[in-house]
């Protein structure tokens, strides 16, 4: 189980933001390569943000990043923008368990 | 550029069955695992089924083995979903989704989803 938190924050444009994603038990392995991160904007697909926690995909702002290891991992903005309204999900690959979202308003 | 777009999804009631297909473009479907994940509306992300590059292999999340078949057809670039036996809890959108990574997975390419309602 992949536990998110918080669950909605509202806040300014040019704030750091901080989500964070922890997982229920250890895997037996390296889980970091099986953490994925997605942002959702209403009525769309998902887009993946960042895999293996910390690598950005392709296309992807710098002003996104991940770290974490064991079960406790953390997705940042750094300067929130417009257009990263939308829901953010944390996923380990590994079974394949989404977290339940995190809702940034501004 | 990759595209994934899903159709097939339509009010259909309990207990009834439904085809949904997801056509890929872009990229080399045949070398990729494929997935499909879906969203009960207002609610969060919820893995269904992967299905392995050559379509040798399948895997499903507990709450579907049995009613809900992934399959595809390389030849036409297509994925498929197969439900069976449909409950009002399978009512949400459902999206296809390319995997990549590797030794790294994740679900990087998403459709815009197609939307399964299941009422009587």
């Known amino acids: 189980q992949m536990t998110q938190s918080p669950s909605s924050l509202s806040a300014s444009v040019g704030d750091r933001v901080t989500i964070t994603c922890r997982a229920s038990?250890?895997?037996?392995?390296?889980?970091?390569?099986?953490l994925n991160w997605y942002h959702q904007r209403p009525g769309k697909g998902p887009t993946l943000l960042l895999y293996?926690?910390?690598t950005l995909q392709s296309g992807v702002p710098s002003r996104f990043s991940g770290r974490g290891s064991g079960t406790e991992f953390t997705l940042t903005i750094s300067g929130l923008q417009p257009e990263d309204v939308g829901t953010y999900y944390c996923?380990?690959?590994?079974?394949?368990?989404f977290g339940g979202g995190t809702r940034v308003d501004i | 550029e990759v595209r994934l777009m899903e159709s097939g999804g339509t009010l259909v009631r309990p207990g009834g069955s439904l085809r949904l297909s997801c056509v890929a473009s872009?990229?080399?479907?045949?070398?990729?695992?494929m997935a499909w994940v879906r969203q009960a509306p207002g609610k969060g992300l919820e893995w269904v089924a992967n299905?392995?590059?050559?379509?040798?292999?399948?895997f499903y999340a507990d709450s579907v083995r049995g009613r809900l078949t992934v399959s595809r057809d390389n030849g036409k670039n297509s994925l498929f979903l197969q439900l069976n036996s449909l409950r009002l809890e399978d009512t949400a959108v459902y999206f296809c989704?390319?995997?990549?990574?590797?030794?790294?997975?994740?679900?990087?390419?998403w459709g815009q989803g197609t939307l399964v309602s299941v009422s009587s």
């Open positions: 299905i392995k590059h050559d379509g040798s292999a399948q």
């Open positions: 038990q250890s895997i037996g392995r390296t889980i970091g390569n099986y």
């Open positions: 293996g926690t910390t």
């Open positions: 872009g990229f080399t479907f045949r070398d990729y695992w």
């Open positions: 989704a390319r995997v990549d990574g590797g030794d790294r997975p994740a679900f990087a390419y």
């Open positions: 996923h380990q690959s590994y079974s394949n368990t």
